[in-house]
């Protein structure tokens, strides 16, 4: 049964469309989880029930990417903006070789802004003067062997792109905002010292960020950190250094076991999200220069389409009627307008298929327009 069939066509950037299976077990548990009795809306954070829900997710989490056991799993808040501080207080502080990071678009360009703040920051390579459509390849870049570590962005959500390859070295630290991209396919988490992604665009509702740290990161902390800042109080205390938001973790459970069950593991994610990218960007890249995709074809994201129509006037009657034929979240980024098309886990390669052939006949109705 369906609760709602507009949350199948919901395209939004962020909070992101959940799994159907997954709202109909939250529906059930406002009002009763079954093992615990309780709403989950009132159960304590330190009950034995929720130290169970922690531990299942963090196991999930592990299994799903194969993650090695000297890595910590956290649950914390603040969402994917406060780690663009906690990474350089804990890795930059004190430091005399600069850090190197990416203005690959909108969000790295934020985290730079407050790595800054912390301790010398080196940007390896600027998005700026190809006007954010296109990430560097290998020979553009130079890493330093002496960076404390290096940080990129994996997905940018807001134009649309996204690295299809690990970056760095292997002797240098890597640190990732996997955002937009975290458990839509398989990744060599072992390659990185940490990775962070807030819950809200892929995996759950806003309110939980989950980091994954390697333990020589942990100890290698300073010691002056605000507690609640501090990784090391944090995996100390389990993810229950303070109350945490027990609903959102309780829902990224749900939706790892999702993955887990019902998806099949990371390649099978990976296979039905490329499937829907391939269609959609199919459709843009046959529609005669009528659908113009924001990035270079060759760092386009899986997630997240961007793309323009010939004129202003022409997006707007788009929208219009996409939001009329029930799809929603498709208007472009404040930053950058036009439209973008958010294809996270959860959107089917149904509601893809609905939205090209939505596209197809605007396109055949309006073509003759420009
Ligand atoms: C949405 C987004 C953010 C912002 O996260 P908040 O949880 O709102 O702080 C950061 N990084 C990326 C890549 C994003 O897509």
């Not at 309006?366 to 420009?370: G, L, Q, S, T």
């Given at each position: ?7 199948a ?5 962020g ?9 109909n ?18 159960i304590?954070h330190?009950?034995?029930?929720f ?22 799993i956290l ?53 700026e ?5 296109r ?7 130079d890493?330093?062997p ?7 962005v ?7 792109l996204?690295f ?10 890597r ?12 990744c ?5 010292s ?8 892929n ?9 994954l ?10 010691d ?9 109080r ?32 990371l ?6 999200n490329?499937q ?7 459709l ?13 074809a ?16 022409l ?6 009627e ?15 307008g036009?439209?973008r098309?958010?294809?996270?886990n959860?959107?089917t ?5 609905k939205l ?5 006949d605007?396109r055949?109705k ?5």
């Open positions: 049964m369906s609760l709602n069939p507009n949350n066509l919901n395209f939004s950037g909070p992101g469309a959940l799994p159907e299976v997954v709202l077990q939250v529906q059930q548990a406002i009002i009763n989880v079954p093992e615990a009795g309780l709403s989950i809306l009132g304590s330190r009950s034995d029930w130290e169970n829900v922690v531990r299942e997710t963090e196991n999930n989490i592990r299994t799903l990417l194969g993650l090695p056991s000297d890595y910590h649950f914390l808040q603040g969402g994917a903006t406060q780690q663009f501080s906690m990474v350089p207080m804990t890795m930059l502080r004190g430091k005399k070789h600069p850090a190197e990071y990416f203005d690959t678009g909108y969000w790295s360009r934020k985290v730079v802004t407050e790595a800054m703040r912390e301790g010398p920051v080196r940007v390896i390579w600027s998005g003067e190809h006007g954010y459509r990430l560097p390849t290998d020979e553009e870049l890493f330093s002496d960076a404390p570590y290096i940080h990129y994996s997905n940018e959500t807001v134009e649309g996204q299809n390859r690990i970056l760095g070295r292997d002797d240098v630290p640190v990732c905002d996997m955002s937009s991209d975290f458990l839509s396919k398989p060599e988490a072992d390659k990185f940490l990775i962070y992604a807030h819950a809200q665009k995996i759950g509702p806003a309110g939980v960020t989950i980091v740290v390697r333990d020589s990161v942990v100890q290698n902390a300073p002056n950190l605000p507690s609640f800042l501090d990784y090391r944090q995996v100390e205390s389990h993810s229950n250094f303070n109350t945490p938001p027990v609903f959102a973790i309780y829902v990224v459970l749900l939706v790892t076991r999702w993955l887990l069950n019902d998806v099949g593991g390649e099978n994610m990976a296979q039905i490329q829907k990218a391939k269609l959609l960007y199919g843009i890249d046959g529609s005669n220069e009528f659908y113009r995709p924001w990035g270079e060759a760092f386009r994201s899986d997630m997240n389409v961007a793309f323009n129509l010939p004129t202003k006037e997006e707007a009657l788009f929208l219009n996409a939001t009329a034929a029930g799809f929603s979240g498709l208007g472009g980024h404040r930053a950058i036009g439209v098309a958010s294809i996270y959860a959107l390669l149904g509601a893809v298929e090209t052939g939505f596209m197809e605007f055949f309006h073509h003759a327009k420009y």
